[in-house]
C-alpha cells in the first residue's frame, strides 16, 4: 500500500493567518491527491481533488498543489469555520490511503 | 440534495454479525460506485470496501476479505455491508460514501453509524 505522511500532525494559528500543510507519498502518484477537511462530529467534506482543483462550494482561500511525493494545502486567510483536522488522500492506486491527519487548532 | 442515512450499527459480541444499510437520495444511485469508510474513535480514516454502479465488481481492505461483504439494490437505491466474524479492531463509526464521477474521490459522505464489538 502507498504511505501517506502529513506533517504537521497539529497546529495552532489565529483568525487570518496563512498555514501550509504538507502531504508526503510513499511513492509517486502523479496528481492524484485529494484533500478532506473534517469537524468534530462531522463526516469529512471533500475540498481539493487532483492536488489542486476545488471542490464546487469550497472557498477560494484553500487551495493545493504539488505533483509526484509531495503536496501541499494552503488556507490563504484562515477564517473560524476552518478549526478541523485535515486529510490528505492518495487516489493513484488502490486503496486509496489516508495521511494521519493534521489538526489545526486555535493559537 | 444528496443525501446519505446510514442505519444498523449497534454493540455486538466479538464472532457476532451486524448488517449496516445505506438510503441514498437526491442522485441516481445507480450511476455511481459506492464505498464503505470507517474511523476508529480518535482515529484516521480508512477504506473498507467499493462496489461498482451494477453490484458486478467488489473490492476490499485486506483486514477484512472473508469477512465483510457489500451489496446493493438500485432499485431501492439502498448499499450494504455485511459483517460477521467481527473483532474488537472493527470498531469504528462506519460512513457510507458516494465515489465521484471520475472514479477518484469520495465525494458526499454520510454521516456514519457506529460499530462497537465488545464483550
Known amino acids: 500500500d502507498i504511505q501517506m505522511t502529513q506533517s504537521p500532525s497539529s497546529l495552532s494559528a489565529s483568525v487570518g493567518d496563512r498555514i501550509i500543510i504538507t502531504c508526503r507519498a510513499s511513492q509517486s502518484i502523479s496528481s492524484s491527491l485529494n484533500w478532506y477537511q473534517q469537524k468534530p462530529g462531522k463526516a469529512p467534506n471533500l475540498l481539493i481533488y487532483a492536488a489542486f482543483s476545488l471542490q464546487s462550494g469550497v472557498p477560494s482561500r484553500f487551495s493545493g498543489g504539488g505533483s509526484g511525493t509531495d503536496f501541499t494545502l494552503t488556507i490563504s486567510s484562515l477564517q473560524p469555520e476552518d478549526f478541523a483536522t485535515y486529510y490528505c488522500?492518495?487516489?493513484?492506486?488502490?486503496?486509496?490511503?489516508f495521511g494521519q491527519g493534521t489538526k489545526v487548532e486555535v493559537k | 440534495e444528496v443525501q446519505l442515512v446510514e442505519s444498523g450499527g449497534g454493540l455486538v459480541q466479538p464472532g457476532g454479525s451486524l448488517r449496516l444499510s445505506c438510503a441514498a437520495s437526491?442522485?441516481?444511485?445507480?450511476?455511481?460506485?459506492m464505498s464503505w469508510l470507517r474511523q476508529a474513535p480518535g482515529k484516521g480514516l480508512e477504506w473498507v470496501a467499493n462496489i461498482k454502479e451494477d453490484g458486478s465488481e467488489k473490492y476490499y481492505v485486506d483486514s477484512v476479505k472473508g469477512r465483510f461483504t457489500i451489496s446493493r439494490d438500485n432499485a431501492k437505491n439502498s448499499l450494504y455491508l455485511q459483517m460477521n466474524s467481527l473483532r474488537a479492531e472493527d470498531t469504528a463509526l462506519y460512513y457510507c460514501?458516494?465515489?465521484?464521477?471520475?472514479?477518484?474521490?469520495?465525494?458526499?459522505w454520510g454521516q456514519g453509524t457506529l460499530v462497537t464489538v465488545s464483550s
Open positions: 460514501v458516494r465515489v465521484g464521477l471520475t472514479g477518484t474521490t469520495w465525494d458526499f
Open positions: 488522500q492518495q487516489s493513484y492506486r488502490v486503496p486509496g490511503t
Open positions: 437526491g442522485f441516481t444511485f445507480s450511476g455511481h460506485w
